[in-house]
């Protein structure tokens, strides 16, 4: 049997999204981190997970499927750092903002953030968008490594440590036994869909559900 390629896993979750009626605009799905439906409900379970309720600072994907991560968070009072499309403007920063709907989206952002740069914040959860991800905790992004380089920049700045909860919110259909992997490619720890909390194998600690 021959292994699938990272573009090969891709094209496979996103031609089952849209088979399945689970996409959502922006259309095409292909080449992006495709919006689902149920996002709302992933979003909603981080209320669950005590390392989020503790934080006080979430770094965030700008992505339309994490825009409802980004809306709980700024109802929560947290600290909201977003690293913007494509990196052109690097981070904003958002905190209490009067209407979060409206803050959690790209226009939102880019109108109301201050600008900020890796290492003015601690990070206490690092949200990714996925394409999709192993039950491993390994995932695959649109594959222009964006999620990376924001990873890199803050993890090198000191702002990200080992306690840092490391999240990608995605659809049922996007979770694969596994996905391809480099060496430098870093897991998530947890995995949240519409309907699963998913402890990646290799965390150790927090794993009530």
């Known amino acids: 049997m021959t292994s699938e390629s990272k573009d090969d896993v891709r094209l496979r979750v996103w031609r089952a999204l849209v088979a ?7 259309f095409p799905v292909e080449g992006r981190i495709p919006n689902f439906k149920g996002a709302g409900k992933a979003a909603k379970k981080l209320r669950d997970i005590s390392k989020y309720v503790d934080a006080e600072v979430v770094l965030c994907n700008p992505d339309s499927p994490q825009r409802p991560v980004r809306e709980v968070a700024l109802m929560d009072g947290k600290t909201l750092v977003v690293a913007t ?86 659809h049922d259909l996007q979770v694969v036994e596994r996905v391809p992997r480099d060496p430098w490619d870093v897991p998530v720890d947890l995995i949240l869909t519409p309907t699963r909390v998913i402890w990646a194998k290799h965390v150790k600690g927090e794993q009530p559900h």
């Open 85 to 170: 499309p494509r990196m052109s403007k690097g981070f904003l920063a958002l905190q209490g903002p009067a209407n979060p709907a409206y803050a959690s989206t790209l226009r939102g952002l880019m109108e109301l953030g201050k600008p900020v740069k890796p290492g003015d914040y601690d990070v206490d959860v690092f949200v990714a968008g996925s394409v999709a991800v192993g039950l491993d905790g390994y995932r695959l992004g649109k594959g222009t490594g964006y999620s990376d380089v924001e990873y890199s920049a803050w993890l090198k700045a000191g702002s990200i440590s080992r306690n840092t909860l490391k999240v990608t919110t995605v």
């Open 20 to 26: 399945g009626g689970a996409a959502l605009p922006p």
